[in-house]
């Protein structure tokens, strides 16, 4: 199992920005891709970014050129460096992990944007 742990949410005015951290625990040796998911009240979870233990990167159309996701392996940690925040970013962020053929997620972290 693993076991996932976001911080770094809050809020912020836009045009600032905020790193969101997810540290992994459990059986972390097997973790493949990781990802940041995000939910808005009343949508459905989409995908922010994704990246593989060597770095390779996807990221959804609507925060490419904003943000960057980056992990260090030896730390269990994925990271996501979220600039020029929008009022559109609002929402909780999650980190997920999909391992042994189950799909694993953090509780979230609350962005929120002030105009």
């Known amino acids: 199992q693993v076991q996932l742990v976001e911080s770094g949410g809050g809020l912020v005015q836009a045009g600032e920005s905020l790193r969101l951290s997810c540290v992994a625990s459990?059986?972390?040796?097997?973790?493949?891709?990781m990802g940041w998911y995000r939910q808005v009240p009343g949508k459905q979870r989409e995908l922010v970014a994704a990246?593989?233990?060597?770095?390779?990167?996807k990221y959804a159309d609507f925060v490419k050129g904003r943000f960057t996701i980056s992990r260090d392996n030896a730390k269990n940690t994925m990271y996501l460096q979220m600039n020029s925040l929008k009022r559109e970013d609002i929402g909780v962020y999650y980190c997920?992990?999909?391992?042994?053929?189950?799909?694993?997620w953090g509780k979230g972290t609350l962005v929120t944007v002030s105009s």
């Open positions: 997920h992990v999909p391992f042994g053929g189950r799909d694993y």
């Open positions: 990246i593989t233990p060597v770095g390779s990167t």
């Open positions: 459990g059986n972390t040796f097997s973790i493949d891709v």
